[in-house]
């Protein structure tokens, strides 16, 4: 019998060893899953059981980086029990828990090298609506790179100018919505922006790189420290304005992430870019990056969710 169950945060080291060996990697840490919730409206996590032996584990949220309407949803299922149902027992769940929320589409994320769950997916009537290469700058096999940035740009953190947070704002309400991917994602307000995007327990205001040209704010590029696994910084964003593109600060800004994570004994530094994205893709690839297989995005309607 295929049995799903809520836990609460009290038990997510159980969901997490459940989520990794059905995934083959990690996917964080019981407070990167705190964290997350405060960022969501809600979030859910599930432990499914076959006739009482752990089977997976699925999760679900509402309200982070998403369009209006797509919930998202993951469902983790050990390699033992794919092919009894369990995987669309949990979507089932994962679909009902999403309704309930006033979502009409779900939305999943697929390693590209599982081809059996890509072939799940197809055939439930889920399509790819995105695709994402995993980056990676293997740190202990690069120099600390010099800034060199543009003529007239000064390259400071956020750190050593905590006032700049508005200006902050403004450039990612002009960059979000051009990555690709984010087109229809609502920009939110600024506190929620301040609260959830900046000031989550993996941000640091020193790890907050900031272009300026005099007093304006140009550009900034955020690295987000990964509490999982010791050694490895994720690169956040990197927002320039429209106005002030082409112009090399974005590369500046990466070396400045760069030389930091060095700097201060990290070994890895990992990134996820949208392959339509093609300037960031040139950009980290031309700084030693390499590509390794990522993610494919998938969405489907609830009602048509098996």
């Given at each position: 019998m295929i049995e799903i169950v809520e836990i609460g945060a009290d038990r997510l080291d159980r969901f997490l060893a459940l989520a990794e060996a059905a995934r083959?990697?990690?996917?964080?840490?019981?407070?990167d899953m705190i964290d997350w919730r405060r960022q969501a409206e809600?979030?859910?996590?599930?432990?499914?059981?076959?006739?009482?032996e752990d089977a997976g584990a699925g999760l679900g949220l509402v309200g982070w980086h998403s369009p209006p309407g797509v919930g998202t949803c993951e469902a983790y299922v050990l390699p033992a029990f794919r092919g009894r149902g369990v995987g669309t027992a949990l979507y089932a769940e994962l679909a009902r828990w999403l309704s309930e929320r006033g979502c009409v589409e779900l939305e999943s994320a697929v390693l590209e090298r599982d081809e059996g769950s890509l072939t799940w997916a197809e055939r439930r009537g889920f399509r790819e609506v995105g695709r994402s290469s995993r980056l990676v700058l293997d740190l202990t096999q690069v120099d600390e790179p010099e800034l060199d940035p543009p003529a007239g740009i000064e390259i400071v953190t956020w750190a050593e100018r905590p006032e700049l947070a508005q200006a902050l704002y403004e450039v990612y309400c002009e960059a979000a919505p051009d990555i690709p991917g984010e087109e229809a994602t609502s920009v939110p307000a600024f506190?929620?922006?301040?609260?959830?995007?900046?000031?989550?327990?993996?941000?640091?205001?020193?790890?907050?790189?900031?272009?300026?040209?005099?007093?304006?704010?140009?550009?900034?590029?955020?690295?987000?420290?990964?509490?999982?696994?010791?050694?490895?910084?994720?690169?956040?964003?990197?927002?320039?304005?429209?106005?002030?593109?082409?112009?090399?600060?974005?590369?500046?800004?990466?070396?400045?992430?760069?030389?930091?994570?060095?700097?201060?004994?990290?070994?890895?530094?990992?990134?996820?870019?949208?392959?339509?994205?093609?300037?960031?893709?040139?950009l980290n690839t031309g700084h030693g990056y390499r590509v390794e297989p990522g993610v494919v995005v998938v969405r489907a309607l609830l009602a048509g969710a098996d």
């Open positions: 083959g990697e990690p996917i964080g840490s019981p407070a809600d979030m859910v996590w599930f432990v499914v059981s076959v006739d009482g506190a929620d922006w301040l609260a959830k995007d900046m000031q989550g327990h993996s941000d640091r205001p020193e790890a907050v790189f900031v272009a300026l040209s005099g007093e304006e704010v140009v550009a900034y590029a955020k690295l987000a420290i990964s509490t999982a696994r010791p050694g490895v910084v994720m690169h956040d964003i990197t927002g320039v304005k429209r106005a002030w593109r082409g112009r090399g600060i974005a590369g500046a800004l990466k070396r400045a992430e760069i030389a930091w994570a060095k700097r201060n004994g990290h070994t890895r530094l990992e990134t996820a870019n949208e392959i339509r994205n093609e300037a960031i893709r040139r």
